[in-house]
């Protein structure tokens, strides 16, 4: 299946050169440009994947990735910038993002997160963002009716593996620390993921530590 690439960046040669490698993959093709990220919003319906830039006129990409996660769940966002550093990376998490990587990434590195994403995984590690959840995630967590209203929907057994995966376990690692098959392991993150309307396994992760479920530093260790 073709994986449907829309290139979201102010600045047309980029766009051209992002479409040049994606369009080289044949499993991928580019479906759109948006040069702001009001045209993006507006032409994620028809993507897989959106590449987005951070910083654009009309609408930012932190904003327009909120607003294409929020209204086309099916489309992953994956983030593109000059600026790699951990705000962006948090605010693009929290906006539903499911990968950040810098524009210098190499051809074929492009190429396999665009395949990555598409396929529901999300392309930072758990372990890494964690790390960046514990440098920006440091006041309160929701309030308790908030938090109750928001994991209300898990059971106990769907609540334990989501502490697992805020720990960076994968799915084989939480079979074995559970006594149960990995099968049985993705089931279960399948499930809380789609009751807690996350993305992925790095949207689990902000959602542990949102909802204070988690803190900082008390997570099992993977």
Do not use: C, W
Not at 9 to 36: H, I, K, M
Not at 59 to 85: H, K, Q, Y
Not at 123 to 130: E, F, I, Q, V
């Amino acid at each position: 299946m073709t994986v449907r690439v829309l290139l979201a960046d102010d600045q047309a040669l980029v766009r051209a050169g992002f479409r040049v490698l994606v369009d080289s993959a044949p499993d991928l093709e580019v479906v759109g440009e948006a040069a702001d990220g009001l045209a993006a919003v507006e032409l994620a319906r028809d993507a897989d994947v959106v590449l987005m830039d951070v910083r654009m006129p009309g609408s930012d990409g932190i904003t327009a990735t909120r607003r294409i996660t929020t209204a086309f769940p099916a489309v992953r966002v994956l983030v593109l910038t000059t600026f790699e550093i951990d705000e962006y990376v948090f605010a693009a998490l929290r906006s539903g993002a499911s990968g950040f990587l810098g524009k210098g990434v190499e051809p074929v590195e492009l190429q396999q997160a665009i395949r990555l994403v598409a396929r529901g995984d999300s392309l930072l590690s758990p372990a890494a963002t964690r790390a960046v959840i514990g440098r920006f995630l440091r006041g309160p967590a929701e309030d308790a009716a908030a938090s109750g209203e928001r994991l209300g929907a898990l059971t106990d057994r769907e609540r334990e593996i989501l502490v697992l995966v805020a720990a960076g376990l994968s799915n084989d690692d939480i079979a074995g620390r559970l006594g149960i098959s990995p099968a049985t392991a993705k089931t279960h993150v399948n499930r809380t993921q789609t009751k807690l309307g996350a993305h992925d396994r790095a949207q689990l992760v902000m959602i542990a530590y949102e909802t204070g479920l988690v803190r900082p530093g008390s997570v099992p260790p993977a």
